[in-house]
């Protein structure tokens, strides 16, 4: 299994934390997001993961290395100062991801899930992992029904971070600087998106208020 960790971001919400730090290596508890999203995936059985690097990114090559420390073989897609935001960083890094369906996790998010099950419908191009609208957030951003993903009025539910793709979902698209969210709004209007609901710990570590809840939480 081929994976990909989105960890280009400057982090502008997380500042001063990441004024001198990439996001992905913010700690949670002593150990970083994007150390523990390695562990989780190489307990998930993935073989090679691919890190997109933006912002401090050599902090992140330092760090990880060639991921032998776990069990992986870890491989970098360089933007720096050119950051292709979700979309065209998944969209650059096509190459070194393989024919097969792939894993996507954004760095900044703190959770127990495990990849296991959850696989993409036959019919689908895409499978999200979706959580209760956390309190932060005003409107969610999809909803689900009988396991497909659906865009509504009034959406209950927030995409994790935590995706798998076939390759064909971005075979439309071009090089370049572009979000994700509309292209996985348009294939949920198609039908092409499955999804799972995971309601176990989920955290958008997204400011330094919430990273200080979340180490005073496990600190207590």
């Known amino acids: 299994m081929i994976a990909m960790i989105l960890a280009a971001g400057r982090g502008e919400r997380m500042r001063p934390v990441t004024d001198k730090l990439p996001k992905a290596l913010v700690e949670v508890a002593g150990v970083s997001l994007l150390e523990r999203h390695l562990q989780m995936l190489s307990a998930a059985g993935a073989t090679t993961v691919v ?6 990114g050599e902090q992140i090559v330092d760090r990880v290395g060639a991921g032998r420390a776990f069990g992986l073989h870890v491989v970098y897609s360089p933007e720096y100062e050119n950051v292709l935001e979700t979309g065209g960083g998944i969209q650059r ?8 369906p792939f894993w996507v996790v954004n760095a900044d998010i703190y ?3 495990r990849i296991g099950d959850d696989v993409i419908a036959a019919d689908s191009s895409a499978h999200l992992v979706l959580v209760p609208r956390p309190q932060h957030k005003k409107v969610g951003d999809f ?24 390759p064909q979902f971005f075979a439309d698209c071009k090089p370049g600087r572009f979000p994700l969210a509309p292209l996985l709004r348009e294939a949920a209007d198609q039908g092409a998106v499955s999804g799972s609901l995971f309601e176990g710990l989920w955290e958008d570590v997204g400011t330094p208020q919430r ?9 207590g």
């Open 143 to 166: 909803d689900l029904r009988d396991g497909k993903v659906s865009n509504s009025p009034d959406p209950s539910l927030t995409f994790s971070g935590i995706a798998c793709y076939r």
């Open 51 to 56: 890190i997109n690097l933006g912002w401090c």
């Open 111 to 113: 959770t127990d899930y």
């Open 93 to 100: 890094a096509l190459p070194l991801l393989g024919s097969e």
């Open 211 to 219: 990273l200080a809840r979340i180490n005073s939480s496990l600190a």
